[in-house]
């Protein structure tokens, strides 16, 4: 599984470029917007080809997800564990840990899980240079919840993660910070369709 995560910020074409990556087969796409009101976030999905909105999730503005016929949540790690976040029976959640340990105690109530970050980020500067996370996966012991890496994923590097036993690869950085956003995914697609 290949997901991709929206930058904080706008950028220039961004939904453009979001419904041409689901085009090439982009499994999904995680609208991660902290900054933008509601208004602006219905404007956002608006821009999103409807036939790809059951495979978006929402980082926030849930109530959207009527609206637009979006099924997937996701809750970040400090929410999980400050129980500011609901089960659903109708939905499919997500949430993030940052270490195995923490991965290891989650229940099947959530789909999957990003742990990152695997290596140092490329949208985050600095972030991650001294992660112990790739080596620690070694340590899964859950099966009940997909484990997705993220985390200064790219084509170059994201065949070295599939060593270990995860479930796919969330990419941000390789995507939005390169001039080629497309020709990056299509790379990383065919190294992961080749594992």
Known sequence: MIIVITPEELVENETEIINKLFQEGLDLLHLRKPFINE??????????????????????????????????????????????????????????????????????????????????????????????VLNDLKNRKNQNVKLIALGGINEKNMNEIFEYEIDGVALLGAIWENDEPLHVFRKCKENFNNL
């Open 39 to 132: 208004d602006e976030m219905t404007n956002f999905i608006q821009k999103i080809d409807s036939k790809f909105h059951s495979q978006l999730v929402l980082h926030s503005h849930y109530d959207l997800a009527e609206i637009f016929n979006i099924s997937r949540f996701h809750f970040r790690e400090i929410d999980r564990l400050n129980n500011l976040y609901k089960s659903f029976t109708d939905k499919i959640i997500s949430t993030s840990v940052h270490d195995i340990e923490a991965f290891n105690e989650l229940n099947e109530e959530w789909e999957y899980a990003f742990i990152s970050p695997v290596f140092p980020s490329i949208s985050k500067k600095g972030y991650g240079e001294n992660s112990t």
